[in-house]
C-alpha cells in the first residue's frame, strides 16, 4: 500500500532552519503531484507549497514566499521542503500529500515547533 513518511521536524529557535523529508513507497512517485500543509495548533489545514510531478513548477503559500522552498528527487521517491528563517507562526504539524488525480495519500505528519 502507499506509504508517505515525514521526517525532519523538531525543535528549533526562530530565524534557524530546517529541512524536512517524504519518503514515499508503494506508488509510481514520479506520476504524482507533492504537496506540503501544515496544521497550526487549534487551527485547520493548509496548503504551504506544491511540485509538479517533473519538479518544474512550484507555487508556495504567501505566508512562507521566500522562506521555503520545495524540492523533490524522483529517483530516490522523496520530496523535500527547505524552511528558512523559521518564525513562531510557522509552528504546526507538517504534512505531505500525494496526489494523482483522484488518487489523494497522505503521511502522519511531523511536528516543527519554532520557540526560543
Known amino acids: 500500500q502507499v506509504q508517505l513518511v515525514e521526517s525532519g521536524g523538531g525543535l528549533v529557535q526562530p530565524g534557524g532552519s530546517l529541512r524536512l523529508s517524504c519518503a514515499a513507497s508503494g506508488l509510481t512517485f514520479s506520476r504524482y503531484a507533492m504537496n506540503w500543509h501544515r496544521q497550526p495548533p487549534g487551527k485547520g489545514r493548509e496548503l504551504v507549497a506544491a511540485?509538479?510531478?517533473?519538479?518544474?513548477?512550484?507555487i508556495y503559500a504567501d505566508s512562507v514566499k521566500g522562506r521555503f522552498t520545495i524540492s523533490r528527487d524522483n529517483a530516490d521517491n522523496t520530496v523535500y521542503i527547505q524552511m528558512n528563517n523559521l518564525k513562531p507562526k510557522d509552528t504546526a504539524v507538517y504534512f505531505c500529500?500525494?496526489?494523482?488525480?483522484?488518487?489523494?495519500?497522505w503521511g502522519q505528519g511531523t511536528q516543527v515547533t519554532v520557540s526560543s
Open positions: 511540485i509538479t510531478t517533473a519538479g518544474d513548477s512550484s
Open positions: 500529500q500525494a496526489v494523482n488525480g483522484q488518487d489523494n495519500n
